[in-house]
């Protein structure tokens, strides 16, 4: 499986941006797709996820309300709206495609994407 992340840059505080992570490969039916993010010094922390199948969603705390995730799963593609940006919100977002839970642990992804960076000015 490879996966292609997109829809990253810069935006002001209280901005809004779309990620996309495409995924390619043989055949593709994960249990779980994610995103975590990366800031500058700081460990990679869970962001959110979809069940693949289901659509069953978790979001990490600081992001409820803001971000939304969705998937096509016609496309094999998940997005990330990210609205009501915050500078602490700058950092590399990762796509991860898991095959078991708990979908808030990295262990749990077998694959990855580049990452996109997501810079929030105030």
């Known amino acids: 499986v490879q996966l292609q992340a997109s829809g990253g840059g810069q935006v002001q505080a209280g901005g809004s941006l779309r990620l996309s992570c495409a995924a390619s490969g043989r055949t593709f039916s994960p249990y779980v797709m994610g995103w975590f993010r990366q800031a500058p010094g700081l460990e990679r922390e869970f962001v959110t996820a979809?069940?693949?199948?289901?659509?069953?969603?978790d979001y990490a705390d600081f992001v409820k309300g803001r971000f939304t995730i969705s998937r096509d799963i016609a496309k094999n593609t998940v997005y990330l709206q990210m609205n009501g940006l915050k500078p602490e919100d700058t950092a590399v977002y990762y796509c991860?495609?898991?095959?078991?839970?708990?979908?808030?642990?990295?262990?749990?992804?077998?694959?990855w994407g580049r990452g996109t960076l997501v810079t929030v000015s105030s």
């Open positions: 991860a495609v898991g095959s078991s839970g708990p979908v808030t642990m990295m262990s749990r992804y077998d694959h």
């Open positions: 979809v069940r693949w199948n289901g659509g069953r969603t």
